[in-house]
């Protein structure tokens, strides 16, 4: 159907005042009906289910309109048959929040010198590194998690120094785990953005920084970081989002035990069968993440730098 | 839309066609139903079941010698096995729901009602499995491995002697404990533990759920899962762990010392079936791969595998000795007792069975 309208109305198409390199917004169908799809569609989903009941037998929803999933979230009918303000699920959500709060903080440590190091090598050489940084995006997540479980294990090597040093320590599913896990994978996605701001930032400016008396710490804060600070502003939103709504670290390292909301959410579409409850938890993370997204487009904005969020 | 189900329902005259013809060629009919039991036929039967839970050996002899070829795909729990049977077609011929569930996707026509035991295997299945509350007569499903879920413990640990009862488990505050991850086996040995009957399980009395809950306050496993715990007890990672029993037949295959503890307030017994969901590609496929697990020795080998005790009546002369010998597979006499069927509950119930875990997991 598409196709034969193309067709049929190019003509009058090729009437309109066309820039070069414009052509016809109808070529965006295909992706806009794919997002459509698998976002909005998922979301409005998502947003309608948490107003309503859950099934009376099997899994899924009962239409009836209730807003008893979003009073789930804060109150609690006791089993003593109080009532009380239930901090269950705000403790899971500031979890979530301390956890990739650290974790953005730590990558960013770490990638600050990495990204730098990488920009200044010869054309060849960076070519390599950042295929080296990307390198961990060849294999599935699911497995260098599972490697790293083995690594931290109370019988893994790290456990067996810890053993070697006489220390009763445990890393392996304990928060200090997910914590690790958070930035193992999300490193990459701190090196990148900075690497991509590092790599544009013209040293000659650092040099005339030197030759004018400024000293490496000046240098650094008054000339390199104002540069790349696009790249650093980049990097927090692809380590912080994304770590808020992160599953697989506190399942796998964490030891199973509910300390990120997205574990909650997903106890909720299995043994707890309460799926409104879920796309409350749900539209809840949606919201911190869409608050989240416009308090940095806003520092952005007002720094008055180009980053590419969205 | 209609053009597929049209597609799959001419694939379905098709399989049924070429099945027909040979069941003409052969002369054999034993079926109690109309027409003869298919015995051979063509193509694939689409088999969904937990995850380690089939000797792919097994599946290599059914191929060879029905020549249908069978395609494996997982799942980790009941509530995920039902909410992909509730979403609509799955393409699955045959899936492996437990007890409670075999009842509620009766009840909400998720199932054919073929007829098992009637199949010319049907009369292998062991009687006291024969009238079983979710399935009366064996109308839908067959059996499949049946156990219990009570405490696997590694005996180089003294704190394994000082466990005879759930409420031992809960309180005695070890290091090295894991707990599975599951509302229904955690919160039902809560309220055993906390004093409340068998049959009283899933009680809507509030303040019976609330001694579980104040129980589990205290009640901090080093791990909450269900999949890691085979390797985590041989790996010395984790001594006291709640399991199934044959869960604790392979640990013990690998760590001697492993003890099944079967706690004195009384355990859950449960049991998983073959049956066929609404809407199966391959029907009679599905009869032929159920009616072929019922076999003795077929059954016998599926035991061999898992780890668990099969329903199938004369499996146990085909049964490997260690798994025939071994306390925690085959109940001792004095234990028969302790084991009861997990509890079917009803809304009301989950829910605060549901409260309770979730009170638990996020107390952590």
């Known amino acids: 159907m598409t196709a034969i309208n193309v067709a049929t109305e190019s003509p009058a198409l090729q009437n309109e005042q066309m820039r070069p390199g414009q052509t016809s917004p109808r070529l965006a169908l295909p992706t806009v009906l794919f997002l459509v799809a698998t976002i909005a569609v998922p979301i409005a989903i998502t947003f309608v289910y948490s107003f309503l009941s859950t099934a009376d037998i099997g899994t899924g929803v009962k239409w009836d309109f209730t807003l008893s999933a979003y009073r789930h979230l804060f109150v609690q009918d006791k089993l003593d048959g109080t009532t009380a303000f239930d901090t269950r699920y705000v403790k899971v959500i500031w979890n979530s929040f301390v956890y990739s709060a650290i974790t953005t903080v730590v990558t960013l440590i770490l990638s600050l010198p990495i990204a730098m190091w990488i920009a200044t090598r010869a054309e060849s050489a960076r070519n390599f590194l950042v295929a080296a940084v990307t390198l961990p995006f060849w294999i599935s997540i699911l497995i260098r998690t599972y490697g790293l479980r083995q690594l931290i294990d109370d019988n893994g090597p790290v456990g067996g120094v810890f053993h070697r040093l006489g220390l009763d320590y445990h890393i392996i599913y304990t928060p200090t785990a997910t914590v690790i896990g958070l930035i193992y994978v999300f490193l990459p996605f701190m090196i ?5 701001s590092a790599e544009r930032f013209d040293f000659s400016l650092a040099e005339a920084g ?10 650094f804060r008054k000339i390199v970081l104002p540069s790349i600070r696009p790249g650093i502003i980049s990097g927090i939103a692809l380590v912080f ?10 399942d796998m390292l964490g030891g199973g035990k509910a300390n990120m909301i997205a574990n909650v959410i997903a106890n909720q579409f299995g043994q707890s069968r309460n799926w409104p409850f879920g796309c409350a938890l749900s539209v809840l993370l949606i919201g911190l993440t869409v608050l989240f997204v416009q308090i940095i487009r806003g520092i952005s904005a007002r720094s008055g730098d180009q980053v590419n969020l969205v | ?32 139903s109309s027409g003869a039991f298919p015995t051979a036929g063509t193509g694939e ?19 060879a010698e029905t020549g249908i070829k069978v395609v494996l795909d997982t799942f980790d729990s009941n509530e995920t096995l039902l909410a992909k049977l509730q979403a609509g077609a799955t393409g699955y011929d045959v899936v492996v729901p437990s007890d409670y569930m075999v009842a509620q996707m009766v009840e909400l026509n998720l199932l054919q009602k073929v007829d098992v035991a009637g199949f010319p295997n049907g009369k292998n299945i062991k009687p006291n499995l024969m009238d079983v509350y979710w399935d009366k007569g064996r109308q839908y499903s067959a059996p499949w491995m049946y156990g219990t879920t009570g405490i696997a413990c590694n005996t180089v640990d003294p704190n394994c002697a000082k466990i005879t009862s759930w409420k031992d488990w809960f309180t005695i505050g070890a290091p090295k404990m894991d707990s599975l991850k599951d509302q229904v086996e955690v919160v039902s040995a809560a309220l055993r533990a906390t004093g409340v009957a068998a049959a009283d399980l899933c009680t809507t009395d509030k303040s019976k759920y609330l001694a579980a809950q104040n129980l589990l306050d205290g009640f901090k496993p080093a791990v909450i899962d269900s999949d890691s715990g085979i390797e985590r007890v041989i790996a010395g990672t984790s001594n006291i762990r709640q399991a199934w ?16 503890i079967y706690p004195k307030e009384g355990l859950n017994l449960w049991a998983d079936n073959l049956v066929i969901p609404v809407g199966a590609p391959n029907l009679d496929n599905a009869k032929i791969f159920i009616n072929w697990m019922m ?11 898992t780890g668990y005790d099969n329903g199938i009546t004369g499996s146990d002369a085909f049964m490997a000795a260690d798994l025939k010998s071994d306390p925690a597979v085959i109940m001792p006499a004095d234990k028969v007792a302790l084991a009861t069927p997990t509890p ?21």
Request: aromatic share 10%.
């Open chain 1, 210 to 219: 030197y030759d004018l008396g400024a000293k490496r710490m000046t240098v």
């Open chain 2, 344 to 364: 079917n509950c009803s809304k009301e119930a989950r829910d605060l069975y549901t409260q309770v875990f979730t009170t638990w997991t996020t107390g952590q």
């Open chain 1, 241 to 250: 989002i994304p770590a808020l709504g992160s599953f697989l670290q506190s």
């Open chain 2, 1 to 32: 839309m209609g053009s597929k189900m049209r597609h799959r329902a001419s694939a379905i005259a098709a399989i049924a066609a070429v099945l027909a013809l040979s069941a003409c060629g052969s002369s054999s009919s034993d079926g109690a």
């Open chain 2, 245 to 260: 029993n044959g869960s604790a037949h392979r640990m013990k295959a690998k760590v001697p010392t492993v003890e099944y």
């Open chain 1, 192 to 196: 990148l953005p900075i690497y991509a």
């Open chain 2, 45 to 63: 039967v689409h088999v969904y079941n937990w995850t380690d839970y089939i000797d792919p050996e097994q599946l290599k002899a059914f191929t």
């Open chain 2, 295 to 305: 076999d003795p020795k077929n059954a016998a080998a599926e035991s061999n595998f």
